[in-house]
């Protein structure tokens, strides 16, 4: 309620309205530009305070163009670790990442790593660990991506192959023929 008393008092004397304060049967105060009651008690409002705008400065130098958007930065990425195709053995949980970039990561920017085409993870680190990776053959990518997700960089794909063991159920038994 307090919201809309305050925009009656900033907005009111831009409309040129009148303003009456009136309490309703509940004990509510309700402001009003059409008086709903006799006992509706018009409102003086006071001046809005304004202050000038600044005065522009005088030109006093040529204009200078200034281009707002960052330098566009091309990235080579490699993944060296872990080589291409290389077998992960059985008791190997875990994959790590690691990457080598060229320059540095310019801030704002990330590298987005990708398994089988499908996102890992987006950091500013270079390098991360990938949890229970599930046996088969995948291909990462790291791809480094400005604030709009646009792409300054991507690696050569690597290829690694993945092996766990297989749990092989017992067949369930075959009724026998009476």
Same mark, same amino acid.
């Given at each position: 309620?307090?919201?809309?008393?305050?925009l009656l008092i900033l907005i009111a004397p831009l409309a040129t309205a009148e303003v009456y304060k009136t309490v309703d049967k509940d &004990?509510?105060? *309700? @402001?009003?530009?059409?008086?709903?009651?006799d006992n509706a008690e018009k409102l003086e409002l006071r001046e809005i305070n304004t202050v000038p705008g600044a005065q522009p400065l005088p030109n006093s130098s040529p204009a200078i163009s200034v281009d707002s958007? !960052?330098?566009q930065v091309d990235y080579r990425i490699e993944i060296i670790s872990p080589r291409s195709d290389v077998t992960i053995p059985v008791g190997q949980r875990d994959l790590a990442i690691a990457t080598v970039l060229q320059p540095a990561l310019r801030e704002g920017h990330l590298? *987005? @790593?990708f398994m089988n085409g499908e996102l890992l993870e987006e950091t500013t680190m270079n390098n991360i660990i990938v949890k229970d *990776? !599930?046996? &088969?053959t995948h291909t990462l990518v790291v791809e480094a991506?400005? *604030?709009? &997700?646009q792409s300054l960089g991507t690696s050569a794909p690597v290829i690694v192959n993945v092996i766990r063991p297989v749990i092989k159920k017992n067949a369930p038994p075959k !009724?026998? !023929?009476k």
């Open positions: 309620m307090r919201i809309w008393w305050l &004990g509510r105060t *309700v @402001y009003t530009d059409k008086p709903k009651t958007r !960052p330098a590298l *987005v @790593y *990776v !599930p046996r &088969g991506i400005d *604030v709009n &997700g !009724p026998t !023929p």
